[in-house]
């Protein structure tokens, strides 16, 4: 049995030092002890010294002024050595490039990963500047809310499908879906035409249009989205004018996949 087999002890200092380093995120990257020892469900005792271990190492910054802790240095030079993702994102990189430029919005690669959407790449349009909270490579979201995230759950087989929709699923606005009933009858409908257009459901005044990137047995292997201002996305006759664009990456993409 190799290494990670299941059947090997875990430590349990390692552990909980996994589960602070978990505990930031997008909209949690300045975290005060008493918030890491609530999110991380460790005592302060532990919190503290966990926190000061990982801090010789650079893996944690403390500000002084603030008296939060962030995310160090440390953390970032692991990142070019992180081997998930990389052929997809290689791949997709020049259609998701051109994306950006021909549509004027931000684009976007997620991936299915241990029951949420996994960000793999983005690329800002040159010409857009909103001061927003965007997802960015390593962001996780729940299927239920953004255009890329939802083709996601849409093409899950639909035990996996049913296993996420179990789980607890984010709100970020109050048109956020969250009831498995209604995610499941729009995942239907999302596979039917091919496409979704989710509004307002990460973050109100945006919408996100995304397609699936299929491999050549036709099944899921990634989602293209992008997202810019609701009033961008100009519809005629019930479907995103944009729609053609990503429909053109995410082909481009899974060709890229077949004959690479």
Known sequence: MGETGGSLSKVRAVERAMALLRAFGPTTA???LAELTRLSGLDKGTTRRLLQTLASGDFIEFDDTTKTYSLGAGILLLMPAVQYGNDLRDVAAPALTRLAERSGATSFLWTYFDGSALCLDRVKSPDLHIDTRWS???????????GGPRVLLAYLSAEERAK??????????????VDPVALERAATQIRERGWEF?????TLGMSALGVPVLDRNGQLVAS?????LTPQFVIKNGV???LGLLQTAAAEVSARLRTG
Do not use: C, F, K
């Open 224 to 228: 293209i989205s992008v997202a810019t």
């Open 164 to 177: 996420v929709l179990q789980g607890p699923l984010e709100r970020p606005t109050t048109s956020t879906v």
């Open 30 to 32: 300045r975290l005060s």
């Open 198 to 202: 989710a509004v307002d459901t990460y």
């Open 240 to 242: 995103p004018e944009m």
């Open 136 to 146: 960015g490579i390593g962001t996780r979201v729940s299927l239920n809310h953004s």
